[in-house]
Antibody, heavy 117, light 110 residues
Framework: QVQLQESGSGVVKPSQSLSLTCTVSGVSIASGGYSWNWIRQPPGKGLEWIGYIYHTGTTSYNPSLESRVIISVDKSKNQFSLKLNSVTAADTAVYYC?????????WGQGTLVTVSS | FMLTQPHSVSESPGGTVTISCTRSSGSIASNFVQWYQQRPGSAPTTMIYENNQRPSGVPDRFSGSVDSSSNSASLTISGLKTEDEADYYCQSFHSNTIYVFGSGTKVTVL
């Protein structure tokens, strides 16, 4: 059973960088097959796809966020990470990591990141 | 492109609701559509993938379809139960590398 768990900073100051890590269990990232994704949901609003990475390091990002986003993978730790630069209050959201293999499944439980001074 | 859904739909227990997902540009048939259910405080779960496929464990009360004439996809829930009350999101792709979510629909079971 594949499981994902997000971890990282819960509060980030405006103009700083948000950093989150997703730890994968039940499957090796290095085995391929999945893309590994970050998705966010501002309070009371809909889902927004941020980007993905494959085990090869190939990435794709939401064009609206591309200039501020970096997704990386650490196969030795079976983890992938999100860095979002120059955050504002509009980046306050629950951030989910999710695997894709024909559809988004599984998902992490989500972690709330608040941008506030 | 955008995927536009109705903000909310409601129906009585035992009834049927259909949620539309209209693609703003490009053909809805050019990429698979998925549907996700999200209950308050929880991560989304897949109800339909590849237009009309149900993951194991999803009841056959849930069905998906695509209509090229209206450039939209639909999720139909029949035999509504109170447990179906949730937000539902469609999702598709742009150029097979950019993932797009619909605006979301709140289903209320009266």
């Amino acid at each position: 059973q594949v499981q994902l768990q997000e971890s990282g900073s819960g509060v980030v100051k405006p103009s700083q960088s948000l950093s989150l890590t997703c730890t994968v269990s039940g499957v090796s990232i290095a085995s391929g097959g999945y893309s590994w994704n970050w998705i966010r949901q501002p309070p009371g609003k809909g889902l927004e796809w941020i980007g993905y990475i494959y085990h090869t390091g190939t990435t794709s990002y939401n064009p609206s966020l591309e200039s501020r986003v970096i997704i990386s993978v650490d196969k030795s730790k079976n983890q992938f990470s999100l860095k979002l630069n120059s955050v504002t209050a509009a980046d306050t959201a629950v951030y989910y990591c999710a695997g894709w293999f024909g559809h988004f499944d599984p998902w992490g439980q989500g972690t709330l990141v608040t941008v506030s001074s | 492109f955008m995927l536009t859904q109705p903000h909310s739909v409601s129906e009585s227990p035992g009834g049927t609701v259909t949620i539309s997902c209209t693609r703003s540009s490009g053909s809805i048939a050019s990429n698979f559509v998925q549907w996700y259910q999200q209950r308050p405080g929880s991560a989304p779960t897949t109800m339909i993938y590849e237009n009309n496929q149900r993951p194991s464990g999803v009841p056959d009360r849930f069905s998906g379809s695509v209509d090229s004439s209206s450039n939209s996809a639909s999720l139909t829930i029949s035999g509504l139960k109170t447990e179906d009350e949730a937000d539902y999101y469609c999702q598709s792709f742009h150029s097979n590398t950019i993932y797009v979510f619909g605006s979301g629909t709140k289903v209320t079971v009266l």
